[in-house]
């Protein structure tokens, strides 16, 4: 990075660091007048408060090699699919949804700057390409390591899913250092370390999100497996008094069901010992830990 590009990117962290955060009313004003009015400028308030949470992501990708400046702009054209779909009647705030499309964004850019044509186009390909260096830091294995065990291979197959030819393979390519990469983040400029020093904090790396996501994706499909195993009236006592966010009380339960209110409290605690019970054998066939 030269001299006048690196003094750009100063500038423009300081300025993003500089921009005023919105407040709760403030964020829904400024989204509903956008998502109902077009506005630009409710737009603009929206996108630039919200520029220093696509410097905090970015920093989750900073061990691919990729400048900073880079990430954050794929993350800044995340941001913008965001306010096109963001709903803000829904009650969800806009840091929250917008996350998830800044980091797509993201994982996009880094996939393809890693040349991966034909590895990464499934969710357990991406998810081993984004995960290998954490199971590999589990397992005590140096980051440039050119050399994996079998028993180590196998036991990240394992963990991520994949299979264990699919681990070498990417082991290699971070190994080899992919062609596409530019200069590593040691030898990031004054203005990126700068840039890091701001926006650096206690934020969940990439790495641990995917995996995270994969593993709350499994625990909800294994829920849904253990469910199957109530009959419909447990399903319904169990849905109405454990699953939903407003629960109906004993009476309500007891005078649709035609059963006295103790009658349905010994139900309630029959069935969610019942699950409880499929969760925990479900969770030890399929190696899922809660």
């Known amino acids: 990075m030269n001299q006048s590009a690196e003094e750009l990117c100063k500038r423009y962290a300081r300025t993003v660091m500089n921009i005023p955060v919105l407040s709760s009313e403030e964020e829904y004003i400024c989204a509903k007048d956008w998502r109902e009015k077009q506005s630009k400028k409710a737009l603009d308030r929206l996108v630039s408060s919200h520029l220093r949470l696509v410097m905090k992501v970015a920093q989750g990708y900073r061990g691919y090699g990729l400048p900073i400046s ?10 913008l699919q965001a ?6 009647e829904k009650g969800v705030k806009f840091s929250t949804y917008s996350t998830w499309w800044i980091r797509a964004s993201m994982q996009e850019y880094v ?17 081993l390409f984004f ?6 830091r589990a397992l005590d294995i140096e980051d440039n390591s050119s050399y994996l065990t079998n028993e180590k ?5 394992e963990k991520l899913e994949v299979k264990p030819q699919e681990v070498v393979e990417m082991h290699n390519r971070f190994a080899a250092k992919d062609s596409s990469l530019n200069a590593p983040m040691s030898m990031a400029s004054e203005s990126e370390a700068e840039w890091i020093e701001w926006v650096s904090d206690d934020s969940e790396s990439q790495e641990d999100v995917i995996l995270d996501q994969d593993e709350h994706r499994r625990k909800n499909k294994l829920f849904e497996q253990a469910i199957l195993c109530l ?4 399903k319904y006592i169990i849905s109405e008094r454990r699953l939903k966010e407003d629960p109906k009380t004993l009476e309500e339960i007891a005078q649709e069901l035609g059963l006295s ?3 349905v409290r010994q139900l309630e605690v029959q069935t969610f010992d019942k699950l409880k019970k499929a969760v925990k054998n479900l969770s030890f066939e399929q190696n899922i830990h809660f």
């Open 70 to 79: 880079e990430l954050v702009a794929e993350g800044n054209v995340g941001i």
């Open 83 to 88: 306010t096109n779909n963001f709903d803000p």
């Open 111 to 127: 996939l393809k700057s890693w040349s991966l044509v034909k590895m990464g186009t499934t969710s357990a390909q991406r998810k």
């Open 131 to 136: 995960g290998l260096r954490k199971m590999k």
């Open 153 to 157: 291979i196998q036991t990240i197959a």
């Open 231 to 234: 009959s419909d009236r447990e």
């Open 261 to 263: 209110r103790e009658r």
